[in-house]
């Protein structure tokens, strides 16, 4: 899907309907007042399309996710270098946090220490 976003959004690429799955990264983004709009998307490489959606965001985030994984790209980093990757058992404030960060990427702020 290589459709373009209009409004400032951090874009996300949902595969396999996971976004009930990540919820806590939603609210995290949430928290820190940034919008973001859901894409959905077919399989394939989670990175790849973290990328792609970054490239997509006016804001220049882009995250991808299935059920077991989860990626923060950015689009000034290679396509190969994700920001952030999360996998799904991680507990939930990590999740959170990694929510916040994206976020806070967009804002130009520190970064939360996920695991904190």
Same mark, same amino acid.
């Given at each position: 899907? /290589?459709?373009?976003?209009?409004? +400032?959004?951090?874009?996300i690429?949902v595969t396999?309907?996971? !976004?009930e799955?990540? %919820?806590d990264?939603?609210?995290?983004? /949430?928290? /820190?007042g940034?919008?973001?709009v859901?894409?959905p998307q077919?399989?394939?490489?989670?990175?790849?399309?973290?990328?792609?959606?970054?490239?997509?965001?006016?804001?220049?985030?882009?995250?991808?996710?299935?059920? /077991? %994984?989860?990626?923060?790209?950015?689009?000034?980093?290679?396509a !190969?270098t994700?920001l952030? !990757?999360?996998?799904?058992?991680?507990?939930?404030?990590a999740?959170?946090?990694?929510g916040?960060n994206?976020? %806070?990427?967009?804002k130009?702020? +520190?970064?939360?220490?996920?695991?904190?």
């Amino acid at each position: 899907m /290589e459709s373009s976003v209009v409004a +400032p959004a951090i874009v996300i690429a949902v595969t396999d309907e996971c !976004s009930e799955q990540w %919820r806590d990264v939603l609210l995290g983004i /949430e928290e /820190e007042g940034i919008p973001f709009v859901l894409q959905p998307q077919t399989g394939g490489d989670l990175i790849h399309h973290a990328w792609q959606a970054a490239q997509r965001s006016p804001l220049q985030v882009g995250i991808a996710c299935d059920r /077991e %994984r989860l990626i923060v790209h950015y689009k000034n980093l290679p396509a !190969s270098t994700p920001l952030f !990757s999360l996998m799904y058992h991680q507990n939930r404030l990590a999740r959170r946090n990694t929510g916040n960060n994206a976020a %806070r990427l967009v804002k130009g702020i +520190p970064f939360r220490d996920r695991n904190a």
